[in-house]
């Protein structure tokens, strides 16, 4: 976003030079006749066509990114400027949140671990949908692929298993402490193994997204052990 900010000022400084030459040009262009201005003209439009035709191009440009996830072993994405920026949405997503951010023992609270993981999976869900008219690359899957494995292999068992059984458990001990559940520690087991499978999945969300290089300051780093944790 800052990046953007500061670029402001030199691409209206460049429109503004873009729109000048073009006004001296349709003037040049209307004091002459015949040929010349026809030239002229064409030339003008072959310009503004061509710088047309150039930015739809970058914008819809692909990039083959390969990533190696444990679970589908090495793949190949095509990735265009739209896919990059939906793989960086939902990193920021998983980033941020207990999908593969550690929960020890003793802190956070289950029902909030849980909300959070449905909120991520609808989040994915909508980003899903409105990709759902991007184009197809025969033999190359799609950012929303991975998106789709990560929910239907991962969160979708996990919530619909203990999104139940807490609502089930708080259902009939409405007043009662969250450490007073017995699933209590069953849950956090299975939520570090789902934080372990979902870690390489975000990390290969964020090759696509163009985060190599800084996936520690994101929390992507190595995860922790057993002994750190």
């Known amino acids: 976003m800052r990046r953007w900010v500061r670029a402001v000022p030199l691409i209206l400084l460049m429109s503004i030079a873009f729109g000048l030459g073009c006004g001296g040009l349709l003037y040049a262009a209307s004091r002459l006749s ?10 003008l439009a072959g310009l503004v066509g061509g710088a047309v035709a150039l930015w739809i191009t970058r914008s819809a440009s692909v990039a083959e990114v390969e990533v ?40 956070g609270y289950a029902n909030e671990a849980i909300q959070s993981l449905y909120d991520l999976f609808v989040f994915v869900r909508q980003l899903v949908d409105e990709d759902a008219t991007a184009r ?77 290089g800084y996936t520690e300051v994101i929390g992507l780093g190595p995860a922790p052990t057993a002994a750190a944790a």
């Open 136 to 212: 197809i690359f025969p033999g190359r899957p799609k950012v929303d692929v991975l998106a789709l494995n990560m929910q239907n292999k991962h969160l979708r068992p996990f919530l619909s298993t203990w999104h139940r059984a807490y609502g089930d458990w708080r259902a009939i001990n409405g007043g009662a402490p969250e450490s007073a559940w017995p699933l209590e520690d069953r849950f956090r087991a299975e939520l570090r193994a789902l934080q372990e499978d979902l870690r390489p999945i975000a990390i290969a969300f964020a090759t696509m997204a163009g985060f190599e």
């Open 34 to 43: 015949g040929v010349t201005q026809y030239l002229l003209t064409g030339s």
């Open 68 to 107: 190696t996830i444990p679970q589908l072993s090495k793949v190949t994405f095509a990735v265009t400027k739209d896919h990059r920026v939906m793989a960086r949405r939902i990193v920021n997503q998983l980033a941020s949140r207990t999908a593969i951010q550690p929960l020890a023992d003793g802190t």
